[in-house]
């Protein structure tokens, strides 16, 4: 996203800045089995859903004409393999679900944890929706309900995995259908 591309200058300093937090906190990231497999399996099941919703909604005409209006980067390449995966997805993990989790459950319970870092999450795309001209307050809430449920299999999981997967489905499926949307519309006019 934007916002992190600003605040951090690159994706893999994104990337870094975040596990750096995560590992200061010790927070329990989950990245060795057992938990590795039960992330790779919730988080697998999470984005086969959403790949297989975001597909299904390209079928419908609202939907593909907010992607055919979508502006993308220039870059499609780079923002597929870097700036979405690691300048976003694991940035935004490892410092909401990694760090900031970790020290909100210590401080206020597992819970409560939960739904501050989901909160802090949701207020994080206020900038971006700006950026782009979405609605400010449907972003924040969408957003925050996203944060909560990335926590939500965070803990289920035990690994942050689950979380980047789900995140990273939602991310690259959206880019991907964008992208194709718009590609088809250039071959149909011609």
Do not use: C
């Amino acid at each position: 996203m934007p916002l992190i591309d600003k605040q951090f200058g690159n994706p893999a300093v994104g990337a870094a800045a975040g596990t750096g937090l995560a590992l200061a906190v010790r927070a329990p990231l989950g990245l060795r089995p057992p938990q590795l497999w039960s992330g790779l399996r919730y988080g697998g099941a999470v984005a086969g859903a959403v790949s297989a919703g975001v597909a299904a909604t390209t079928a419908l005409p609202r939907v593909r004409a907010a992607m055919h209006d979508r502006d993308l980067p220039a870059g499609t390449r780079r923002w597929l393999a870097l700036d979405i995966p690691l300048g976003t997805v694991w940035t935004e993990e490892t410092l909401f679900r990694g760090m900031l989790q970790t020290l909100a459950t210590r401080a206020v319970g597992q819970s409560r944890g939960r739904l501050l870092q989901a909160a802090a999450f949701g207020l994080w795309h206020i900038p971006d929706a700006r950026k782009t001209g979405e609605p400010v307050v449907g972003t924040v809430l969408v957003t925050g309900l996203a944060g909560w449920a990335f926590g939500w299999l965070a803990e289920r999981s035990g690994s942050v995995l689950a979380p980047v997967l789900a995140h990273l489905a939602i991310n690259e499926a959206g880019a991907v259908a964008a992208l194709l949307v718009q590609r088809r519309t250039v071959r149909w006019r011609r």
